[in-house]
T-cell receptor, first 113, second 109 residues
Framework: DTAVSQTPKYLVTQMGNDKSIKCEQN?????MYWYKQDSKKFLKIMFS???????INETVPNRFSPKSPDKAHLNLHINSLELGDSAVYFC????????????FGQGTRLTVV | KNEVEQSPQNLTAQEGEFITINCSYS?????LHWLQQHPGGGIVSLFM???GKKKHGRLIATINIQEKHSSLHITASHPRDSAVYIC???????????FGQGTRLTINP
């Protein structure tokens, strides 16, 4: 029973398209995150939500819009995709905003062509 | 310069060797995490520590708060330990993790 699951695992799309990545956690955690991992494997936080409220927005282009319908879900919608958006996107959750142990999803590899 | 620096960036060793990966950081922290990213891409949390030392199986993590330094040790390394190991810190009062660039470990049989 997967703790943090994100779909799809792979996403190949053309420039200019709009796409969404979904994330769900069944751990009962209050806090969820989106991270971007670039080609050099460097992880960087994009967004954090605590109980459906946005608490961290790390100067991400406004083409990226997170949506948290409830505290178990945090989806990422990306408009007008660009080549530079190609990366692996990880969803994660933790019990609280003060960063107890983090649990990661398996990642979504986005390739923009 | 990144707030979190890991060394080495790449490490290749023979099965059975004792492995050390280092992490230095430049800010006061409330916690440091060690993560493992398998070749398949998934990320697993190995340790979260704020002082002293933690051990889990063949893995040992230590932290020296005064020196702003942590080490991850693997005893009796095995090819299945091959992965990228990532250090991350949460600054005091901060709500986010800052990550090191990762150390790619390859253990040859």
């Amino acid at each position: 029973d997967t703790a943090v699951s994100q779909t799809p695992k792979y996403l190949v799309t053309q420039m200019g398209n709009d796409k969404s990545i979904k994330c769900e956690q069944n751990l009962g955690h209050d806090t969820m995150y989106w991270y971007k991992q670039d080609s050099k494997k460097f992880l960087k936080i994009m967004f954090s939500y605590n109980n459906k409220e946005l608490i961290i927005n790390e100067t991400v282009p406004n083409r990226f819009s997170p949506k948290s319908p409830d505290k178990a879900h945090l989806n990422l919608h990306i408009n007008s995709l660009e080549l530079g958006d190609s990366a692996v996107y990880f969803c994660a959750s933790s019990q609280s905003v003060w960063y107890t142990e983090a649990f990661f999803g398996q990642g979504t590899r986005l390739t923009v062509v | 310069k990144n707030e979190v620096e890991q060394s080495p960036q790449n490490l290749t060793a023979q099965e059975g060797e004792f492995i050390t990966i280092n992490c230095s950081y430049s800010v006061g922290i409330s916690a440091l995490h060690w993560l493992q990213q398998h070749p398949g891409g998934g990320i697993v949390s190995l340790f979260m520590l704020s002082s002293g030392k933690k051990k889990h199986g063949r893995l040992i993590a230590t932290i020296n708060i005064q020196e702003k330094h942590s080490s991850l040790h693997i005893t009796a390394s095995h090819p299945r330990d091959s992965a990228v190991y990532i250090c991350a810190v949460r600054g005091q009062g901060a709500q986010k993790l800052v990550f090191g660039q990762g150390t790619r470990l390859t253990i040859n049989p």
